[in-house]
DNA sequence: CGAATCCTTGAAACCGATCAACGACTGTGG
DNA sequence: CCACAGTCGTTGATCGGTTTCAAGGATTCG
């Protein structure tokens, strides 16, 4: 039994799905810059209804022709490569509100899969349309720059963290990662599910799957954290960041 | 002895610098897109003239305030991370005619050091003007779209580097990574000077310099390379190849 | 020429991967 | 509602690769 009360996945789900319109989630990207209403109504015009996304099926796959930004509106997805010989390798985790297929438009093509971890629901934003949108617009244009630049910088971090990081401090990471994501859209910083499997956790930080379940397990063992499965309920935050200072010795 | 001719650091750099002419690297940059002679001079009026960098100085250090891309006109760069501890991260080796910078957009500081690894010259590119600049030259913007996107792609390429592969997996395609840019800029593929220390390296590819030096000194043994200090000759490129693809599994 | 940095190589320790077995959970269909 | 199959997760034991520690040698630069 945990000390604070779970909140189930389905409750999540519907909690912001009452919080939430039709394209909010581009709408919520995008208002913190100060477009005027005007400038809203333009935007809202470029961008779909919302589309869903059953658990388990693909936003797109690598190789796809790229024709849009895809703006998760509610949900969770992974993105991952896969090489020749089928080995996997999870490039990144999106949550709602977060902005995917930016790497496409090096090529475009899709670089990456995008698979919805739970039923989901996106906006597609076509790319060009968007261009130029924000040609008209100075400030949205800037935005995508700055978009675009936060996801190198996100890589940079995950760089790092594979480069330097010992097993548990990357689990450590990644479990603090999650916990301020899913905080600053208003859910329990303390306590969440995972969506993914322990084999994608490991893909993701470079790690196997039983190091990754057993570096869980030693953190309940030591009061840092609960784990049921899926469920995570992070107990001391300040040990886990810890942990990540001193592994970076 | 090796059996191809060596290149002096020194010859390449004044080869190169023979083709070269003032804001060449960021002309080079944005060519091949297509731009008019009357908007390739509007932007050579954006960017200053060629400022040197020795080596081992600093082009920007993280936490600056961000005005400007670099563009390298001529020389070589590496960008890091330092964490508070004082450990250090490559995120990346730059060469003549890439685009450095792009990380800060987000936040409007550098997130990391840029340091020339040779005497180097860059043009600078200030950010907004590029910005007011390509909303009135499309295809400029795409162009830069593109460039971030690019440097997404390759960071995700790192990632998987450094999340499946073992440590002769990585330098080898350290090595033919090298080689490839190397060879797209007219220089050879097979020879050439590595401007980084083994330490850097290794911290570009996660692992402890010993473990650098040791896979080169093994690579030359089974005679896929030659290794003079920082002079490396590239004898038997496949199977350096196949070596990432078992690498793999 | 001398000092400092950089590189190489060896031996031992350690961490995470691998192999293996079992248990738990999920979802489906009877 | 239960049974079942399949996926997912846990844990133990062993193995292997990389790091660590250490020493010596090479190169570079002032």
Redesign the interface.
């Known amino acids: 039994m945990t000390t604070t009360p779970h909140i189930p996945v389905r409750d999540l789900s519907l909690k912001h799905l009452r919080q939430s319109c039709v394209n909010c989630s581009l709408r919520e990207l995008c208002l913190p810059i100060g477009l005027s209403a005007e400038e809203m109504r333009e935007l809202d015009t470029l961008i779909t209804q919302a589309k869903p996304i059953k658990r388990g099926e693909a936003l797109y796959r690598a190789g796809e022709p790229f024709r849009s930004l895809f703006a998760i509106r509610l949900g969770f997805f992974k993105a991952s490569?896969i090489?020749?010989?089928g080995?996997e390798?999870v490039?990144g985790f999106h949550m709602t509100g977060e902005l995917m297929g930016?790497?496409?438009?090096?090529?475009d093509l899709h670089?990456?899969d995008a698979i919805a971890l739970e039923d989901s629901e996106v906006c597609e934003l076509p790319f060009t349309d968007m261009?130029?949108l924000?040609?008209r617009i100075?400030i949205l244009?800037?935005h995508?720059?700055?978009?675009?630049?936060?996801?190198?910088?996100r890589?940079?971090g995950?760089?790092?963290l594979?480069?330097?990081m010992k097993a548990e401090e990357r689990i450590a990471a990644f479990l603090l990662n999650l916990s301020q994501r899913f905080a600053i859209r208003g859910y329990s910083a303390s306590s969440f599910h995972l969506r993914m499997t322990r084999e994608e956790i490991g893909?993701?930080?470079?790690l196997k799957l039983e190091t990754v379940s057993r570096s869980l397990s030693k953190f309940q063992e030591n009061g840092l954290i609960k784990v049921q499965n899926r469920l995570i309920e992070i107990i001391n935050p300040d040990a886990l960041k810890q942990l990540i200072?001193n592994c970076?010795?």
Not at 144 to 153: A, G, N, Q, T
Not at 203 to 206: A, K, P
């Open positions: 490569v090489s020749e010989d080995r390798q490039t930016m790497d496409a438009v090096s090529s670089t990456c261009e130029e924000s040609r100075p244009q800037h995508f720059y700055k978009l675009m630049s936060r996801e190198i910088v890589d940079h995950v760089m790092l594979l480069g330097n893909s993701y930080l470079g200072n970076q010795q």
